[in-house]
């Protein structure tokens, strides 16, 4: 796939840009949003603009990319590539705009490299970029089509209800009445707001709820502290947003779904908002009648922090095979453990295929203890919430 003079240039430049690429990237959105504004205010996080963790999930992903390309240049990534797509999709992300992204990237590569960007360099990295570029558009271009749509819609709030003092379930309804596309389960939406300065910000939060109906739930986690605009949609979801308002959703995207697990065991482990897909997920196992063994492992500040707790054990209780493990830091009670998560006590079946949502450190750490169990890396699937810097890692 990666000419053969291109992979030789990018392999000996590699190191070079993997060195500077944290320059590169605070040069390249610098730029960017010097000669278009809009995209900062209507479409990228300004939260993970200000905090820098955008910067480090695109400087990974840049670098995973490229390196991959070198090792294996007749392949690509498609697990990677199919997670960035999916996020692509849900914010409405264009073909028109991959030319503007390789025209301030480049220019930035080039003010920082300096004379070490020769035209030999230059035309090997500008093939690995539209290789990643291309490869996105061609799928995000097939999830608009299965999706029917690449509008966000119009949903009127049906339903708000007070989860834990950190975290509201919304319900929503198409305003127009149109019929409800199914999705499936650990998928999320994107939900637009207008906030009190006129930028249109969006943010993904997992479907918890919905499934086969005309009526879709997501649920939010209030985002506190600090100085940066981190939060400033969640706070404004729980502070304005009441039964009547309208919201604007974009269809569902997402791939930490539950492909072929008929007959094979399962280990679902969330922390904190992570439950949300997981919530979903045992919905579908319930209703799908699966009767495999399956491990429930969730890990929160205590039970009253622990967001559909009562879903969470009600979906579980209706399996035919089900052993459901909860930690709590305080407040345990009886049934359930206090400390961080910890699976040494716990028994994993052969063949388990492990789905994993929560902050970065706790996923990493569960996928080093199944590992550890014997689960193999391929059988272990993530959701992260935000940019995915376990792709740089």
């Not at 690995?128 to 999830?143: D, F, G, Q, S």
């Not at 009127?156 to 975290?167: I, S």
């Not at 569960?366 to 993530?382: N, S």
């Amino acid at each position: 796939m990666l000419s053969e003079q291109s992979a030789a240039t990018v392999r000996a430049t590699l190191p070079a840009v993997g060195a500077a690429i944290e320059q590169i990237t605070e040069n390249f959105y610098s730029r960017l949003f010097t000669a278009h504004p809009e995209l900062l205010r209507d479409l990228f996080n300004r939260g993970n603009q200000a905090s820098g963790a955008q910067k480090s999930a695109l400087a990974g992903s840049i670098a995973a990319f490229a390196g991959y390309l070198v090792e294996h240049p007749d392949e690509r990534p498609d697990v990677m590539l199919s997670r960035i797509a999916h996020k692509h999709a849900s914010l409405g992300v264009v073909p028109e705009q991959y030319p503007i992204v390789h025209e301030h990237l480049f220019a930035a590569i080039a003010e920082i490299l300096g004379e070490a960007v020769t035209p030999e360099v230059a035309a090997a990295w500008t093939e690995v970029y539209w290789l990643m570029a291309n490869a996105l558009i061609a799928i995000e271009k097939r999830l608009y089509e299965e999706s029917g749509s690449q509008e966000f819609r119009d949903w009127e709030v049906v339903g708000r209800d007070e989860e834990t003092a950190d975290v509201v379930s919304f319900r929503v309804r198409p305003v127009d009445g149109s019929p409800v596309r199914g999705f499936r389960a650990g998928q999320y939406v994107s939900v637009g707001v207008r906030l009190a300065d006129g930028a249109r910000q969006i943010r993904q939060y997992s479907l918890s709820g919905g499934l086969g109906e005309d009526v879709r739930q997501f649920s939010v986690k209030r985002v506190q502290g600090g100085t940066t605009p981190d939060g400033e949609v969640s706070n404004h979801l729980h502070a304005n947003v009441r039964v009547g308002d309208v919201l604007q959703l974009s269809e569902p995207y997402g791939d930490l779904v539950l492909d072929d697990v008929a007959g094979r065991p399962l280990l679902l482990a969330s922390a904190g908002i992570g439950v949300t897909p997981m919530v979903a997920m045992l919905a579908s196992l319930a209703a799908d009648g699966h009767d495999a063994p399956v491990t429930v492992v969730h890990g929160d500040r205590s039970p009253a922090d622990h967001a559909l707790r009562t879903d969470h054990q009600a979906y579980a209780a209706k399996l035919t095979d089900a052993a459901v493990h909860f930690f709590y830091e305080r407040d345990a009670e009886p049934g359930s453990r206090t400390g961080l998560v910890d699976l040494s006590g716990i028994d994993v079946a052969p063949g388990t295929r492990a789905y994993l949502c929560g902050p970065l450190p706790f996923m990493r750490a569960v996928r080093g203890q199944l590992i550890e169990k014997g689960v193999a890396p391929a059988d272990i699937h993530y959701e992260v919430f935000g940019p995915d810097l376990w792709i740089a890692g």
